[in-house]
Structures are given as C-alpha cells and as structure tokens.
C-alpha cells in the first residue's frame, strides 16, 4: 500500500517562505509522476507542480513560476516543494499526489495540471500566509 504523508505547512507572513516535504514508501519512486496540488476554501484543487524523472518533465503553474520549486531526494524517498515570496493568494491545503510517469510531460504540454492520473493521495497539509 503506497502512503504519501505531507508535512510542513504553517503560519507564514506574506513575503516569507516554506518547504513541504511529500513522504512516500513507493519502491522505485523513479518510475512515478509526483505532484503538488492545493485547494483553497471554496475554490477547486489545481495542480501547481510535478516532476517526473522517467520522462524527464517538470511542470509549474504559471501563479507559482519563479517562486515554488520541487525537487526530489532519490535516496529518501522525499520530494519537496520550496516556496518563496509566499503570497495570502497561496493560502491552501496542500496535497502530495502520485501517479502515472506521463502525467507532468501531459501537464507541460497541455499547460494544465489535472488531478486525473494520480491515484495516490497524501491527507493535505496547511498553508496560511497572513501577517
């Protein structure tokens, strides 16, 4: 049963920066699509990131380009997501996701990021930015 847990969001003002961690017990993390993706209240979850090292594609989301940067620690089993220049727009749950190798060469191509393709979930994680 792969797991992802996310971990840590928080309380941050506006300008400051945070790094989620996706913890996964996926064996070949390699061979998957890992993606970040965020739901604010009354808003729809949207992809903002995803990585995929099989194929080679990275993706961002055009509000997070230049300030969010994901990244993965092959011998962990971690993939992270450093935020910065953190905006009260940014204030979300966030949710590690994982699925198939093609879903971030689609995202890139597409200019979207659609949760459909990722079958694993993590329980979200909270990020507030407020001052």
Known sequence: QVQLVESGGGLVQPGGSLTLSCDTSAFKLDYYTIGWFRQAPGKEREGISCHSNLVGATY???????????????????????????QPEDSAVYYCAMGQPSN??????????????????????QVTVSS
């Open 60 to 86: 961002y989301e055009n509000s997070v380009k230049g300030r969010f940067t994901i990244s993965r620690d092959h011998v962990g089993n971690t993939v992270a997501l450093q935020m910065n220049n953190l």
């Open 104 to 125: 971030c060469a689609t995202a890139q191509t597409a200019g979207v990021m659609a949760a459909k393709g990722y079958g694993y979930w993590g329980q979200g994680t």
